[in-house]
């Protein structure tokens, strides 16, 4: 397919229109090139964006692709109006109009789902669990773990911290995490801080080859990076939470988004209803 | 408005699905129930999400909202079908059919943007970036501070952790935060570490008022928490950052979306372009 540019041009982050845009995206094989232009909430930043627009067009010989998430009708006209050379795909408008007729009201034009976070709960519970979470990783704490809402286990290097800390960002969930070590293996139990938090216990595990691999990046050559040390603590650690009862997935295919979508569904499903 | 569920059904983790949803649901008054169903990526799955859909609109007596991304159309063709009695809005089709006109191609239906994201190099930069800025939190260490994207400044609290942690995750930026504290403002200079590094910096200030809260509730009553300390110390952080050129912005009234957001867009706009 030929060159071609998607534009995400948004009065917020665009954040949100980026993301859905990919998955959209992803349904074709092409692969563009991606300009994500945020906070365009006045008519000459419209008008600006659109030259660049045109100047690309120009360019390029072809029509760029353009995701809009742009509220108000002064700013969005401009954009989506012919002076713009582009196939404009309206994010917000497409779901306006029957939310409308459903809802039986206008849209009130409000920008962002972030007005003033420093003045919403739910922003401040975000802080509050990256602050517990970065307190409460690698085990490098057992003060207040017992108001941790998931305690993450599982042997170095699984994905423990990319995940609690992305639990906590993303939902503001206190997400501890523990690594289980040798020393577990051989006593083939729990470390005693878990024993009785067990039901907020979590495991992940790993395919040995990706572990040595990750392993080796950060100690190469090393026993601890060696595939026959990353099968033996795996296959240890996979028995460790059968024998307790911990439910655990693989990370070696998933992203952190995917972990932390199962555990939430598995583990905290009323996180998902809100 | 009266009580009402909204339900974001996808086949993936969904997270795109409900940003962008909450963007247009903002545009309303109403408060509905969020419901976040993921991974429905088969036949019973989808059929099971349907009778839970259709409970809901009996008890609460009106058809709830439905945003899908569901790309194969077996799955699809069950929840926006008319055994479900929803209000249901395609976000991924809603957009398809004018890409494809375009492209002069058909869409391959696949599934998420994060098929195996252990093979993706994109995917590893985002954990080694996430590994680095918890390495490089609060000034921790100086260590390859020098291979730092950004290097973020600013008084104890402003904010500088989460929106570190934020940058590295989301966009694999090797974000790095240095608190400036009472010594540095005596000398009326960056910390020696970061003089050669000053292109890398941004700064990160805070209403006075606001610090105080946030400091009062880890050191409540301590003179780091009071008032009178916390305008001193923002008025001496605002008037180095200005002495050494350093661009900053306020926190007070930002989440730490918008703030990366104009960070990159400041900093780094070419990771806005990729």
Same mark, same amino acid.
């Given at each position: 397919?030929?060159?071609?540019?998607?534009?995400?041009?948004?009065?917020?982050?665009?954040?949100?229109?980026?993301?859905?845009?990919?998955?959209?995206?992803?349904?074709?094989?092409?692969?563009?090139?991606?300009?994500?232009?945020?906070?365009?909430?006045?008519?000459?930043?419209? !008008?600006?964006?659109?030259?660049?627009?045109?100047?690309?067009?120009?360019?390029?010989?072809?029509?760029?692709?353009?995701?809009?998430?742009? #509220?108000?009708?002064?700013?969005?006209?401009?954009?989506?109006?012919?002076?713009?050379?582009?196939?404009?795909?309206?994010?917000?408008?497409?779901?306006?109009?029957?939310?409308?007729?459903?809802?039986?009201?206008?849209?009130?034009?409000?920008?962002?789902?972030?007005?003033?976070?420093?003045?919403?709960?739910?922003?401040?519970? !975000?802080?509050?669990?990256?602050?517990?979470?970065? +307190?409460?990783? $690698?085990?490098?704490?057992?003060?207040?773990? $017992?108001?941790? $809402? #998931?305690?993450? #286990?599982?042997?170095?290097?699984?994905?423990?911290?990319?995940?609690?800390?992305?639990?906590?960002?993303?939902?503001?969930?206190?997400?501890?995490?523990?690594?289980?070590?040798?020393?577990?293996?051989?006593?083939?139990?729990?470390?005693?801080?878990?024993?009785?938090?067990?039901?907020?216990?979590?495991?992940?595990?790993?395919?040995?080859?990706?572990?040595?691999?990750?392993?080796?990046?950060?100690?190469?050559?090393?026993?601890?990076?060696?595939?026959?040390?990353? !099968?033996?603590?795996?296959?240890? +650690?996979?028995?460790?939470?059968?024998?307790?009862?911990?439910?655990?997935?693989?990370?070696?295919?998933?992203?952190?988004?995917?972990?932390?979508?199962?555990?939430? !569904?598995?583990?905290?499903?009323?996180?998902?209803?809100?």
């Amino acid at each position: 397919m030929p060159e071609r540019t998607v534009f995400f041009v948004s009065d917020g982050t665009g954040i949100a229109a980026e993301a859905l845009g990919k998955s959209v995206l992803a349904q074709f094989s092409s692969r563009p090139r991606h300009v994500r232009r945020p906070f365009v909430d006045n008519a000459d930043k419209a !008008r600006a964006v659109v030259a660049e627009i045109n100047a690309v067009a120009e360019a390029e010989g072809r029509r760029p692709i353009v995701f809009i998430t742009l #509220v108000h009708d002064d700013v969005r006209d401009i954009v989506a109006g012919s002076g713009c050379k582009a196939l404009v795909l309206d994010m917000i408008r497409s779901f306006i109009e029957p939310l409308e007729t459903e809802f039986g009201v206008k849209s009130n034009h409000r920008i962002g789902r972030f007005s003033d976070p420093a003045a919403s709960p739910e922003y401040d519970g !975000r802080i509050d669990a990256i602050n517990f979470s970065l +307190a409460h990783d $690698d085990g490098q704490s057992a003060r207040h773990l $017992d108001s941790a $809402d #998931v305690i993450l #286990v599982g042997v170095s290097r699984c994905g423990k911290t990319p995940t609690s800390l992305y639990l906590a960002m993303q939902h503001g969930i206190r997400a501890a995490n523990y690594p289980l070590i040798p020393e577990d293996f051989e006593r083939n139990r729990l470390p005693g801080v878990l024993e009785s938090l067990k039901g907020k216990c979590f495991g992940l595990t790993i395919d040995p080859e990706r572990l040595a691999q990750v392993r080796h990046e950060r100690r190469p050559g090393s026993t601890y990076a060696s595939l026959a040390n990353c !099968r033996r603590e795996v296959r240890a +650690a996979e028995s460790l939470m059968q024998r307790e009862g911990i439910e655990w997935l693989s990370s070696t295919h998933k992203s952190i988004e995917e972990i932390a979508t199962t555990i939430l !569904r598995d583990l905290r499903p009323d996180r998902l209803v809100y």
